[in-house]
């Protein structure tokens, strides 16, 4: 059974940084694309960021571009968020989710998301 399990999450200053991780528990993550989401209150989810099954192509939203960098160690089935010079509109719970093409269609696992909060 596949689990994704997002951890780093925390309270951190604006202009500080965090490095989420997204970790897979019973399944390998080196053959699956993973993106980065996150829900603010009173907000919708949007995507902030994903990275191919290799690594070699990743994508931003445009506000975190430049900020945060996505990577991947499919050695530690992990999949990592560094995000740097955070601002106060970061916060929100940060999700990871994987896509899994099954012959039925496409089915999507979500972590349980990690708290972050960026404030003075």
């Known amino acids: 059974q596949l689990q994704l399990v997002e951890s780093g999450g925390g309270l951190v200053q604006p202009g500080g940084s965090l490095r989420l991780s997204c970790a897979t528990s019973g399944f390998s993550l080196g053959y699956y694309g993973v993106g980065w989401f996150r829900q603010a209150p009173g907000k919708e989810r949007e995507a902030v960021s994903c990275i191919s099954s290799s690594g070699g192509n990743t994508n931003y939203a445009d506000s975190v571009k430049g900020r945060f960098t996505i990577s991947r160690d499919n050695t530690k089935n992990t999949v990592y968020l560094q995000m740097n010079n955070l601002k106060p509109e970061d916060t929100a719970v940060y999700f990871c989710?994987?896509?899994?093409?099954?012959?039925?269609?496409?089915?999507?696992?979500w972590g349980q998301g990690t708290q972050v909060t960026v404030s003075s």
């Open positions: 989710k994987l896509r899994s093409f099954a012959p039925s269609g496409p089915y999507d696992y």
